[in-house]
């Protein structure tokens, strides 16, 4: 089992940033690959980005390239998703999972824990 605990959301004007974090606990982590996905209200789960259990590899939504970057610190069983000039359409509420290797698809491949989520809100 892995547990996943978000936090770093909050209120923010368009243009600004924010830096979210996943704290993972239970078994092996660091062999795991770790997404962030969104979901805004009225809409469906979408994905943002995957980072591999090494960091080597990463794959970002379109939606996402060139404003955030993920990255993890398997010290510190943490994952974080640096989202900088933010935009209005970047609230929803954004949440970690885990999978235990990268995704052959990264925008359709299940995972296999998820945590609770962190509300992101970008006002205008």
């Known amino acids: 089992q892995v547990q996943l605990v978000e936090s770093g959301g909050g209120l923010v004007q368009a243009g600004g940033s924010l830096r979210l974090s996943c704290a993972a606990s239970?078994?092996?982590?660091?062999?795991?690959?770790m997404g962030w996905f969104r979901q805004a209200p009225g809409k469906e789960r979408e994905f943002v980005a995957v980072?591999?259990?090494?960091?080597?590899?990463?794959y970002y939504a379109d939606s996402a390239k060139g404003r955030f970057t993920i990255s993890r610190d398997n010290a510190k069983n943490t994952v974080y998703l640096q989202m900088n000039s933010l935009k209005p359409e970047d609230t929803a509420v954004y949440h970690c999972?885990?999978?235990?290797?990268?995704?052959?698809?990264?925008?359709?491949?299940?995972?296999?824990?998820w945590g609770q989520g962190t509300q992101v809100t970008v006002s205008s």
């Open positions: 999972a885990a999978r235990p290797d990268y995704p052959s698809d990264p925008l359709t491949s299940s995972y296999d824990y």
């Open positions: 239970g078994r092996t982590f660091s062999s795991y690959a």
């Open positions: 980072i591999s259990w090494r960091g080597g590899r990463t």
